[in-house]
């Protein structure tokens, strides 16, 4: 089935510093979004990319579509610690059916 | 506004038991989604509604589980003959009209001994 590779799967990180994560398929994907997952709550969306090549900020966090439709990364300037938590990156092929990637695990060291 | 909800919270039951879980959406959300995570690993789809019809079953492992919206609003995932595998966070979405963005409730935990 379709699967989004999803790395690093953890990372360590001084407060204030830039942290960048990415996702790839081997299947073109529509639609890319990502997500952040604190403990005990559901999934909340960060940024959603509807177009090759687009790129998109929310505050300290920029994502971008990748021009092949396989891939695309998140960016987070300037960490704190309330950034700690996991991100996914999800998407869509063609429907509405979501797959979602094994998420990145972020540790923020104040 | 009151957000997604899911009930119960956690539910423990024995292997081979019958189980069902409720979500309630976002008052007029007309899609409804519903995933399962499993430790350390992101959420995997399992069925959507649009309105009271299931849109995009194809995620449902087995016939074991089913999903029913009668009304277009509440949501009940039914899930028979539990197995130990069926262990995980079982997390409903909705969204105001399908392809748009997806409110996640907190997930009902459900535990098969």
């Known amino acids: 089935g379709q699967q989004l590779n999803q790395s690093p799967q953890s990372m360590f990180i001084q407060e204030g510093e830039d942290v960048s994560m990415n996702c790839t398929s081997s299947?073109?994907?529509?639609?890319w979004l990502w997500y952040k997952q604190d403990p005990g709550e559901g999934p909340v969306l960060l940024i959603a990319l509807y177009k090759a090549g687009e790129l998109t900020s929310n505050g300290r966090l920029t994502a971008q579509f990748g021009i092949t439709r396989k891939d695309s990364f998140l960016n987070i300037s300037a960490s704190i610690p309330s950034d700690v938590g996991i991100y996914f990156c999800a998407g869509h092929t063609g429907g509405f059916k979501t797959i979602f990637g094994a998420g990145t695990r972020l540790f923020v060291k104040a | 506004g009151a957000g997604v909800s899911q009930t119960p919270s956690n539910k423990v039951t024995e292997k081979g038991k019958y189980v069902e879980l409720r979500c309630d959406p976002i008052?007029?959300?007309?899609?409804l989604y519903w995933y399962r995570q499993s430790l350390g690993q992101g959420p995997e789809f399992l069925i959507y509604?649009?309105?009271?019809?299931?849109?995009?079953d194809s995620g449902l492992p087995n016939d074991r589980f089913f999903a029913v919206r009668p009304e277009g609003s509440v949501s009940t995932l039914k899930i028979q003959r539990t197995e130990r595998g069926d262990s995980a966070v079982y997390l409903c979405?909705?969204?105001?009209?399908?392809?748009?963005?997806?409110?996640f409730g907190p997930g009902t935990r459900l535990t098969v001994l």
């Open positions: 979405a909705s969204s105001p009209v399908t392809g748009t963005e997806q409110f």
């Open positions: 509604f649009q309105g009271t019809g299931a849109a995009d």
């Open positions: 008052s007029g959300h007309t899609a």
């Open positions: 299947s073109i994907f529509n639609t």
